[in-house]
């Protein structure tokens, strides 16, 4: 590249790890660096010395050189569009072996083979398992009773065991049969009757308290309006011209006299 006539060499900018020359460790560098320690950049020696044998091994690729070197590969990091591609591409091909597997119609037959040997080793499994969980009841032949269920006390004769399970003899039957004839004769209890509700009683009186009390309420009713007559009187004198007669109502009012009289 030519600026001014002079010849330029210029690189493309490839993003790199970042590494530490004191503490020789990869991700930040050696302006930011908080270890007090100092390590040897190529082989990691904590104390070192002026005349100590370096073997370098890169961090990064594992090689015979300083981490991160001008020579080693591995110090750029692969862009995202670079990625990208690739995982782009990995896709591609899983679904092209996809399709070629559909396609294929032997390697369909054999999954379908292995499908079904597993349902029916899934099923023998089953049936195992359900007819081993069971046992068998040993056989009864004719005229054997079945054993006996409950507990025999002591004193009990061989007959009075044999029947306790069933009633055998034909006597016993016929009590059975009896029994619940006997018990339908007998009447059902008579239900309980529901308590009575008690009715009010109404007093005799209420008519006349109700009068009582209307009578009371209308003679209220003509004093109130006697009352607001007398005041209508007392604004209406008030309120006349006459001078004699504003004079007399006040002397009145002094001495008590009510303005009627």
């Given at each position: 590249m030519y600026c001014y006539g002079?010849?330029?060499k210029y690189m493309l900018y490839k993003k790199r790890y970042e590494v530490c020359y004191l503490?020789?460790?990869l991700g930040h560098r050696s302006d930011v660096c908080i270890s007090d320690h100092v390590h040897c950049r190529g082989c990691g020696m904590t104390a070192l010395l002026e005349d100590h044998a370096c073997e370098p091994k890169c961090k990064?690729?594992?090689k015979g050189h300083l981490t991160a070197d001008r020579k080693c590969k591995e110090a750029f990091r692969t862009p995202y569009t670079i990625k990208k591609r690739q995982w782009e591409a990995w896709r591609r091909m899983e679904g092209e072996e996809r399709k070629a597997k559909d396609a294929d119609p032997q390697t369909c037959r054999i999954e379908?083979?292995?499908e079904r040997s597993r349902s029916r080793s899934k099923n023998q499994r089953g049936s195992r398992g359900g007819?081993?969980?069971f046992t068998r009841l040993p056989e009864r032949q004719e005229g054997e009773l079945p054993p006996m269920t409950g507990p025999v006390n002591e004193g009990t004769s061989g007959s009075a065991v044999l029947n306790s399970g069933r009633p055998t003899s034909p006597n016993l039957k016929i009590k059975?049969?009896?029994r619940p004839e006997e018990q339908s004769t007998t009447p059902p209890p008579a239900k309980k009757r529901a308590k009575e509700v008690e009715k009010p009683v109404i007093d005799e009186n209420v008519e006349t308290v109700i009068d009582m009390k209307i009578a009371q309420l209308e003679a209220n009713i003509e004093a109130k309006s006697t009352q607001d007559d007398e005041?209508?009187?007392w604004e209406a004198?008030?309120?006349s011209p006459d001078p004699n007669v504003s004079q007399a109502l006040a002397a009145a009012a002094s001495q008590g006299i009510p303005a009627d009289s």
């Amino acid at each position: 590249m030519y600026c001014y006539g002079e010849p330029l060499k210029y690189m493309l900018y490839k993003k790199r790890y970042e590494v530490c020359y004191l503490c020789g460790q990869l991700g930040h560098r050696s302006d930011v660096c908080i270890s007090d320690h100092v390590h040897c950049r190529g082989c990691g020696m904590t104390a070192l010395l002026e005349d100590h044998a370096c073997e370098p091994k890169c961090k990064l690729c594992g090689k015979g050189h300083l981490t991160a070197d001008r020579k080693c590969k591995e110090a750029f990091r692969t862009p995202y569009t670079i990625k990208k591609r690739q995982w782009e591409a990995w896709r591609r091909m899983e679904g092209e072996e996809r399709k070629a597997k559909d396609a294929d119609p032997q390697t369909c037959r054999i999954e379908e083979i292995k499908e079904r040997s597993r349902s029916r080793s899934k099923n023998q499994r089953g049936s195992r398992g359900g007819a081993g969980s069971f046992t068998r009841l040993p056989e009864r032949q004719e005229g054997e009773l079945p054993p006996m269920t409950g507990p025999v006390n002591e004193g009990t004769s061989g007959s009075a065991v044999l029947n306790s399970g069933r009633p055998t003899s034909p006597n016993l039957k016929i009590k059975n049969i009896e029994r619940p004839e006997e018990q339908s004769t007998t009447p059902p209890p008579a239900k309980k009757r529901a308590k009575e509700v008690e009715k009010p009683v109404i007093d005799e009186n209420v008519e006349t308290v109700i009068d009582m009390k209307i009578a009371q309420l209308e003679a209220n009713i003509e004093a109130k309006s006697t009352q607001d007559d007398e005041w209508q009187s007392w604004e209406a004198l008030l309120c006349s011209p006459d001078p004699n007669v504003s004079q007399a109502l006040a002397a009145a009012a002094s001495q008590g006299i009510p303005a009627d009289s």
